[in-house]
């Protein structure tokens, strides 16, 4: 089974934090942490993005304070699954009434094991729930709204990834009503590649440099995505090196940004090689 990134939430972290720690962590998987509260669990899923989160439903009101909140861990599952795509796996000794259930059953994803759980439980609930959070062969298109064009020529050639099962998302996928920064952010953490179509514009993107670019730069320095940079308009070295953009094997130089070249050119040399560099990482 894979390796998965899990967090631990339980306020009884001696003996049942640390229990839970080095049994997962003896199974090869990679413990991000044990939060003790709401606030920490949120504050530590938002940071680290977890897979799996072992939640405890009845947690301290705060990290010092002795006092339980009984719904305290739905509360929290509830918060961070809007920000990120991750499985609960609820862990409680409590009474599980009607009413809970009608409370937990609001999680996107869950499951529910009551303590004392045994090993194998744990285990297994773990490993099934890890074989739903294998990546999924998506591209993320990461652009400046005033290269909107641009993007809309190179998917024309990248179309054909489809029947490969491999998909491109981009901010106009986004669903009606969503949350433009917590959907985006989601996404980032969904996806095997991202394509980067850099100009200045990209470069002085506000929204680029905040939610965006930091996400993907952190990924591909821990293996997680690749990153493909696609230099659409010319931009000085200096300012790319400054934002860590030239680390990257490019489709052309960043000397020879696409926009100068013909149709044709752009057709072969751009989109055409993009895809089949794709096909063949990525099938």
Not at 166 to 186: H, Q, V, Y
């Amino acid at each position: 089974m894979r390796k998965t990134d899990i967090l631990i939430v339980e306020d009884n972290v001696f003996p049942e934090g640390k229990r839970l720690e080095k049994l997962l962590g003896n199974e090869g998987h990679n413990i991000l942490g044990i939060a003790v509260s709401k606030q920490q669990a949120v504050e530590l899923a938002l940071k680290y993005h977890p897979e799996i989160i072992i939640m405890d439903i009845q947690l301290q009101k705060g990290e010092n304070i002795d006092e339980k909140d009984d719904k305290a861990g739905i509360s929290a599952a509830l918060e961070i699954q809007k920000n990120i795509d991750c499985h609960i796996i609820y862990l409680t000794a409590l009474d599980v009434s009607e009413t809970f259930l009608s409370e937990i059953t609001k999680t996107n994803s869950f499951d529910l094991l009551i303590k004392p759980a045994t090993k194998e439980q744990i285990v297994t609930t773990i490993n099934l729930a890890s074989l739903y959070k294998i990546p999924s062969n998506t591209i993320f298109i990461c652009y400046s709204h005033h290269d909107f064009n641009m993007v809309k020529e190179m998917l024309v050639y990248l179309d054909p990834l489809s029947d490969l099962g491999i998909s491109t998302w981009a901010d106009f996928d986004m669903n009606l009503g969503a949350n433009w920064s917590a959907e985006i952010r989601k996404r980032l953490y969904q996806v095997q590649a991202a394509i980067l179509l850099i100009s200045i514009n990209f470069v002085n993107s506000s929204f680029i440099k905040k939610y965006e670019l930091p996400i993907l730069l952190e990924l591909a320095r821990s293996k997680k995505i690749e990153i493909i940079p696609v230099f659409i308009r010319y931009v000085s070295e200096h300012i790319l090196e400054r934002k860590g953009l030239l680390k990257f094997q490019g489709i052309n130089s960043p000397n020879d940004p696409v926009f100068n070249w013909n149709p044709r050119k752009r057709e072969e040399m751009a989109w055409a090689k993009l895809y089949e560099y794709l096909e063949s990482k990525l099938r």
